[in-house]
């Protein structure tokens, strides 16, 4: 099994023993011992996989790295956070996926409007199994809980991935600015509710909900 490790903040170390790990294509800045890389396409297998990404636009450019020692992945110097998956699933926008262990399995859902407020389409690239997933944030990522007691909502610029069992809808004529005293602000919010994880970034980026 392949083992993540962080060099770092920026750099993802992953250690490989005659397996594979799956990641964003020319991610990788450097390796030691025996490798071969072969590339693939992301954003789900097989035929339907195939006709998904076709439909979505929502594809990786993703290589598979086999063989035995280490390789270092980075990108862009953004941060690195290790997310690990215990037979759930990671929903994650495609731009912030580094990496995946081999074992697990990539596709895309549906979003909605969700995706559409964040300017990054209307699906998006979900991660499943039992394994470790490297995602990347602009700054050092928070994982906020949300509980039935605790809704959560997010800035559509900030957020970067979800898993648990969580619903998500928007909510509109709420600004974070706004309640700062200030005349602009996202048009939307994301509002989660159910039990799991929200992944934001301390960065946000532009999306075509706009300032209002």
Not at 34 to 62: H, I
Not at 83 to 100: C, I, M, Q
Not at 133 to 161: C, F, H, K, N
């Amino acid at each position: 099994m392949a083992v993540f490790r962080l060099q770092g903040s920026k750099v993802l170390a992953v250690e490989l023993a005659g397996d594979a790990v799956k990641a964003k294509a020319g991610s990788m800045v450097a390796y030691d011992g025996r490798m071969t890389f072969k590339k693939r396409s992301g954003g789900g297998e097989g035929l339907r996989g195939m006709v998904t990404r076709r439909l979505t636009g929502e594809q990786l450019a993703v290589m598979e790295v086999t063989g035995e020692g280490t390789c270092w992945f980075a990108d862009r110097a953004t941060e690195i956070n290790l997310v690990r998956l215990s037979g759930d699933k990671l929903y994650v926008e495609a731009s912030n996926l580094l990496a995946t262990e081999a074992g697990l399995r990539t596709g895309t859902t549906f979003t909605g409007l969700r995706g559409a407020s964040q300017g990054n389409g209307l699906f998006t690239t979900t991660v499943e199994g039992h394994g470790q997933a490297a995602i990347m944030s602009d700054g050092p990522a928070v994982a906020l809980r949300v509980s039935g007691q605790y809704p959560l909502t997010v800035d559509p610029g900030a957020y970067i991935a979800h898993q648990g069992q969580i619903r998500q809808s928007l909510q509109s004529g709420v600004t974070f600015r706004t309640f700062l005293g200030e005349g602009g602000g996202e048009a939307f919010q994301i509002r989660f509710e159910g039990e799991g994880v929200v992944y934001v970034q301390p960065s946000e980026r532009s999306t075509i909900a706009g300032d209002v």
